[in-house]
């Protein structure tokens, strides 16, 4: 479901909303390629903690991250609304394993207001905006810092 932000002269951003140990995220549905049901996953020796192996998406081998983990949270059973989102960052795919997914929202820029200071207890470079619409509060994630960009694609960001 498409919900609607309030109109302004500018076109208003899409976001997919996620769920992750009861709070709701979003990606830029720009970046979003695929929405799959959780299925096996080859794990890879040697690699980060939140790395969980690597699937097969039609001939491509893609990296697949618990975001949970990736996040600090602790790890859970995965269940029928797990879901892996596949992801374009830089030219590769990368999937994320969510808790599920809600829906699509827009949002003006006007709405979206940047992220609270959260200290150097807390890591909030991960936040990119935070917005409300009927009442929820969505964090807009930034994948590329989430994923380390550098290490995916290969190349520094600036």
Known sequence: MIHEASQSGEAPRQ???????????AFDILRVQE????????SVPNTARYVRGV??????I???IDLRVRFGIEPIEYTKWTVIITLMIGAKLVGVIVD???DVVSFHAAELKPPPELGDAIEGSFLTAMADTNGR???LIDIDRVLGVEAIVGTATT
């Open 15 to 25: 976001f997919l909303t996620y769920n992750l140990a009861g709070e709701e995220h």
């Open 35 to 42: 929405i799959r049901r959780y299925s096996a996953i080859t």
């Open 55 to 60: 699937m097969n998406l039609r001939g491509t």
């Open 62 to 64: 893609v990296p697949v």
């Open 100 to 102: 599920g997914v809600s």
């Open 137 to 139: 509060l969505i964090s």
